[in-house]
């Protein structure tokens, strides 16, 4: 967004279900009109702009990482099952 648009240009998300990119237009002095089919995404896109608007919706600084993985969370391992399929592979057997 920043990259492709000036203070004060228009941003259309014709997805914008809980209104991500919309919060992220107004903070960055754009205008945004956001499209949405379903009410409750509009519900809480609602609340979240009007959130933003009175200083109260936790927003994290642009250069700030969003999360650095130490590679010893649980996530970010093979299954010991898969592992033991690899040799399986390896050996021929099936």
Known sequence: MLALTNKNSWILDPFSGVGSTLIASLKNNRNAVGIEKENEY???????????????????????????????????????????????????AK
């Open 42 to 92: 509009c519900k809480i896109a609602n609340q979240r702009i009007k959130d933003f608007n009175e200083g109260n919706l936790k927003i994290r600084p642009i250069n700030k990482p969003i999360h650095k993985p130490s590679g010893k969370e649980k996530v970010s391992q093979f299954p010991k099952e898969w592992s033991q399929l690899e040799l399986n592979k390896i050996n021929g």
